[in-house]
């Protein structure tokens, strides 16, 4: 499992980041977090966000 960890402020004006995005999503065990999304309040939860990175393996 691959995760990548996205934070972009303005993602729909990176054209270089949208089409990185666009590709990861078509892979197989790519899991993709984007921080804006989950946090817009920008109240990020560490702990989830922890166990999000040591629950995978290397």
Do not use: C, W
Request: negative net charge.
């Amino acid at each position: 499992m691959i995760l990548i960890i996205y934070a972009h402020p303005y993602p729909h004006h990176s054209h270089a980041n949208k089409r990185m995005l666009e590709q990861a999503r078509t892979l197989e065990g790519v899991e993709i977090r984007s921080l804006y999304q989950l946090y817009p309040d920008f109240n990020i939860d560490i702990a989830a966000e922890q166990e999000a990175l040591f629950s995978r393996r290397f």
